[in-house]
């Protein structure tokens, strides 16, 4: 059976996402527990591999951050890869830092642009431009 580490991800773009979201998230850094790594792998097969190969970089670099009413203790980082069909990589991550000091990824898949157009037009996915300090 394969092994399914932890993982760190590094720092979230806390200003980025309490600037978008009207949130007020302390600096922390993002973490693939073992169990989420699982989750990933398990349920969602066909989107692992592209998704774990730019998990850090759709952390640190989201084209569109939101929240879902129905998962109000997460919130969502959507970044767009070059895949031809329009798909982009959504993460979700825990509100508040974890036990272990981390905002904890809760699960990362492939979404279509047709999600993504709704969501923006429902106003629960904002597209963000990098800060430039």
Not at 12 to 33: C, F, K
Not at 67 to 82: E, G, I, S, Y
């Amino acid at each position: 059976m394969p092994r399914y580490d932890a993982r760190d991800l590094g720092p979230l773009p806390v200003d980025l996402i309490n600037d978008t979201l009207g949130t007020d998230l302390e600096p922390g850094n993002a973490r693939l527990s073992a169990r989420a790594h699982e989750h990933m792998a398990l349920d969602h097969p066909d989107d692992y591999a592209i998704c774990l190969a730019t998990l850090a970089g759709a952390i640190a670099a989201p084209s569109f951050i939101g929240q879902d009413p129905t998962h109000r203790a997460n919130f969502v980082l959507v970044k767009r890869v070059a895949l031809k069909d329009g798909r982009a990589v959504l993460v979700a991550i825990g509100l508040e830092i974890d036990h272990h000091g981390f905002y904890a990824v809760r699960s990362s898949y492939l979404i279509p642009q047709r999600t993504i157009d709704a969501r923006r037009q429902a106003r629960r996915l904002f597209s963000v431009v990098p800060r430039i300090d």
